[in-house]
């Protein structure tokens, strides 16, 4: 069985290496019918920082397509992928298209493969944030309606798409970030180097990201957020691995940073879980690291108006602070007074990639 999976953009190459990892084992178990994975990278990210340093640190298989595009408008970017992976399903002849998230790769992998009667299957299905402003949401409303495989990270992704009239493929296959967490969280643990070379003491710093294109393209909102990490700063060390994205705008706006802010390049995901583990608290527009915060029994506060991932909110780890100074600063000093509540399990059992495999399987 032939599957052909379209990544593009750091986090789905995380996501990506836990299904991999899932298909070398399901292989390895000498099945009726193995799986042969061909993966496509559209280039969408292309740095050496935010692509291959995931490939070799995870392991993942070398992309047998590299089409290199990237930069652009959404219409270009998403338009040039289009075409050029159209012409690699041709030649390869896919059963099965396996796409990740809610990015534009994300889009153009499906969109291609279901114009050409390839089935889709899409990894993270279901997750909304009823912000149709945002391009991930136009993305993974998309990708879900014309996908024939919508493998759900959590229960409420389940009942958002039976909100919406899809219930036939529909599967809760539990979350493959919390795989990645299992995977590799103590093989991180036993990696502190980063701590030492960003000069950081475990429980005394806070762990800021920011790339969300609803903070970075509306100067008041990165305004407020570079306002609160200043302030952050005073009280503890705030490191910042930033996005090109937000290098760029910090640049071109001239929106100053204290030293107290450490900003470096971004960081492998080894060392981000190792920072995420050691931080006091973590402030992110990430959808991703939201996430991981809770794996870890890190609290977050969230500098969006608000999030698909519900749970983490209601549990009691995550508070939506939005991108004004003085919400952000708020969200803070509340985590720092309160009560941690328990951490229920939410995001499955560490086999989401497994369950994805065996679904996939089963349509042979
Ligand atoms: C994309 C996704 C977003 C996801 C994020 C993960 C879309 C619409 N957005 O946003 O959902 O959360 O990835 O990180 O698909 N750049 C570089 N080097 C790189 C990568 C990007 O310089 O390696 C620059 C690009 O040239 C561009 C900007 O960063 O100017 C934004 O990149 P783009 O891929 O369009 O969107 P992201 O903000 O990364
Ligand atoms: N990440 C990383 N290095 C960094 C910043 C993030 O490895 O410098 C990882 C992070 O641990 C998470 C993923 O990238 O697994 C999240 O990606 P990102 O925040 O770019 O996108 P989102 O999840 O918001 O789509």
């Known amino acids: 069985m032939k599957i052909l999976t379209v990544v593009g953009a750091r986090p789905q190459f995380i996501k990506a290496a836990a299904v991999s990892r899932a298909i070398a ?18 280039g969408q990210h292309f740095d050496h920082n935010m692509s291959q340093t995931f490939f070799d640190e995870l392991s993942i298989p070398a992309p047998k397509h590299h089409l290199s595009i990237h930069g652009g408008g959404h219409g270009q970017m998403t338009g040039r992928m289009l075409e050029q992976l159209e012409a690699v399903l041709l030649e390869e002849q896919p059963e099965w298209v396996l796409v990740y998230g809610d990015t534009n790769s994300t889009l153009a992998g499906a969109l291609a493969a279901v114009k050409l009667h390839i089935p889709v299957a899409h990894v993270e299905a279901g997750l909304r944030s009823f912000n149709m402003r945002m391009p991930e949401e136009v993305n993974r409303i998309v990708a879900d309606r014309i996908s024939s495989l919508l493998l759900c990270p959590t229960a409420q992704a389940v009942a958002n798409l039976r909100r919406e009239g899809m219930a036939e493929g529909v599967f ?10 299992m995977f590799y969280g103590d ?29 970075t393209d509306d100067p008041l909102r990165l305004c407020g957020i570079a306002d609160a990490l200043n302030e952050l700063s005073k009280l503890m060390p705030v490191v910042l691995p930033l996005h090109p994205r937000t290098r760029k705008t910090l640049q071109s706006q001239q929106i100053a940073l204290l030293p107290g802010v450490r900003v470096c390049d971004p960081v492998s995901f080894l060392e981000m879980v190792c920072l995420e583990r050691a931080a006091r608290l973590i402030v992110t527009d990430s959808g991703g690291v939201q996430k991981e915060a809770y794996f870890y029994g890190v ?13 983490t909110v209601h549990a009691g780890w995550n508070r939506l602070a939005g991108a004004r100074c003085d919400a952000i600063l708020e969200a803070v000093t509340a985590f720092t007074n309160g009560v941690l509540p328990p951490r229920p399990p939410l995001y499955g059992d ?12 089963a349509q042979a």
């Open 350 to 361: 560490g086999n989401a990639g497994a369950s994805i495999v065996t679904r996939l399987a």
């Open 187 to 215: 093989r991180a643990a036993a990696d502190a180097a980063v701590l030492n070379r960003l000069q950081l003491k475990a429980g005394e710093y806070v762990l800021a990201t920011c790339h969300r294109a609803e903070n």
């Open 299 to 311: 609290p977050c506060v969230t500098m969006r108006d608000e999030t698909e991932w519900v749970e």
């Open 25 to 42: 084992h399901h292989n390895e178990g000498r099945p009726r019918r193995a799986i042969e994975e061909v993966i496509v990278h559209t």
């Open 172 to 181: 809760h296959v539990g979350d493959v970030m919390y795989d990645a967490a």
